[in-house]
């Protein structure tokens, strides 16, 4: 199936407090919960529901001050995704690189391309990412290309290439699609750019053909880029946000986290209200409910404070990246500084570190307890139609992102040899 997005004109909430937003973001959870087994079995995208999130104002949580936006904390926004993914983590997983990107756009974008991008977010407008392919050998090796255009080109470029994984490509309005410029063009260096392009430009193929055993309606297919026009006020370097101590990849990695815990309190949610609600007791333990079966009682105490430490965890890693993004963005008079940038920098460190304790606990906690449901549960939650395995399979797909074992190394370099990790985003 092919579908190429076309925007449509929204107005969305303006959202004026912390409180607000958390207040929305569990309104939402209640009512998406609600079909997120049927979306789940029939594989059926979530298009009413992400209209709703973009209306009611989450969506321009980051938007700066200056621009008529919250600009809530990184904790805050990690509270919010981690209460969306225990109602459905592919509503949570879905604006993910929306607001990554609106990250990139802060620290890198033009004056007129913040104006742009933030103005149509904070009028309901959103932002999917094209960034990962297939081919290469590493998710690092990219080759999308930018191309001069013809006469234009010092001014205007053209855009190929294929991407896989463009998780919310079917939901958005501009997709941020990562290429290389091989040739150096008025100031523009060779190296990596992202391109900020309309969802339904000439040339602009999307592609439902996302087939993973969890998070099954996130959009995350292929889109193809064939001749797409893209003027230079378009692009955005990254090398900003990911070669300074920006807090980039430590803010991104935080919603991560958000969801393989929000996947954690879910499944031990659905648990409980299943054994309340279902469950017959064991007969050995000679009670009358599951509930007071001591066995079952135990269990879930055990799973509890798994899911507790998880949810700890990641709240304390969001404190860390709070006060990193606010070491980073000082003063403009002490940004340049050569003390600022050692603070900001060992903050940066700080925060990176703490995310990634975070996602190994979370790593540990999301899968095990979203299988421990049925043990908990009992025979009966096995029944195809419960609908319960969508919390493993979910789990089971996201952990997946960005290997653990390597932030167990980072973790490990910054104990023992002070080695701060490396600023690439993706820790």
């Known amino acids: 199936m092919t579908a190429v997005s076309q925007a449509s004109p929204r107005s969305a909430t303006r959202i004026r407090t912390d409180v607000e937003a958390l207040s929305i973001a569990r309104e939402l959870a ?70 990554v990107y609106l990250n990139l756009v802060r620290l890198s974008a033009g004056q007129a391309l913040q104006e742009r991008i933030f103005t149509d977010v904070l009028a309901g407008g959103r932002v999917a990412n094209a960034q990962s392919e297939r081919g290469g050998k590493t998710i690092a090796d990219i080759s999308t290309r930018l191309s001069p255009a013809g006469e234009d080109s010092r001014t205007r470029f053209v855009l190929d290439g294929e991407k896989f994984y463009c998780t919310g490509s079917l939901f958005a309005d501009t997709l941020a699609v990562l290429a290389k410029l091989d040739v150096a ?68 990695q935080l919603l991560h986290v958000a969801i393989d815990v929000g996947i954690a309190r879910g499944a031990l949610r659905e648990a409980a209200e299943f054994v309340r609600t279902k469950s017959r007791p064991w007969f050995e333990a000679e009670v009358d409910r599951a509930v007071d079966d001591p066995f079952v009682v135990q269990r879930f105490g055990e799973l509890e404070v798994d899911v507790a430490t998880a949810e700890a965890t990641l709240a304390a890693a969001g404190r860390r990246v709070d006060t990193a993004v606010g070491a980073a963005s000082g003063p403009a008079e002490v940004a340049g500084t050569s003390a600022a940038v050692a603070e900001a920098s060992i903050a940066v460190a700080e925060a990176s570190i703490a995310v990634a304790t975070a996602k190994a606990v979370a790593d ?64």
Do not use: C
């Open 30 to 99: 209640a009512e998406f919960a609600v079909g997120a087994v049927e979306r789940d079995r029939e594989r059926r995208l979530p298009h009413p529901e992400i209209d709703r999130l973009s209306e009611s104002g989450l969506l321009a949580l980051t938007v700066p001050a200056r621009f008529g936006g919250l600009d809530v904390r990184p904790s805050v926004l990690a509270e919010v995704v981690s209460i969306l993914a225990a109602a459905d983590a592919s509503i949570a997983q879905i604006p993910h690189s929306h607001f």
């Open 185 to 252: 063009v008025r100031d523009l260096t060779p190296g990596e750019y992202v391109a900020f392009v309309p969802a339904n430009a000439d040339g602009v193929e999307i592609v439902d053909d996302w087939d993973a055993v969890g998070q099954r309606t996130t959009g995350s297919g292929t889109v193809r880029f064939t001749g797409v026009g893209v003027g230079v006020e378009d692009l955005v370097t990254r090398a900003p946000a990911t070669s300074a101590p920006t807090g980039y990849g430590a803010f991104a």
């Open 364 to 427: 540990r906690v999301a899968t095990p307890v979203a299988s421990a449901l049925f043990e908990v549960s009992g025979t009966r939650s096995a029944a195809a139609g419960s609908g319960l395995d969508r919390y493993w399979r979910d789990a089971r797909t996201h952990t997946l992102h960005d290997p653990v074992r390597w932030k167990y190394q980072h973790i490990g370099r910054w104990v023992l040899r002070g080695e701060e990790p490396p600023l690439h985003g993706v820790i």
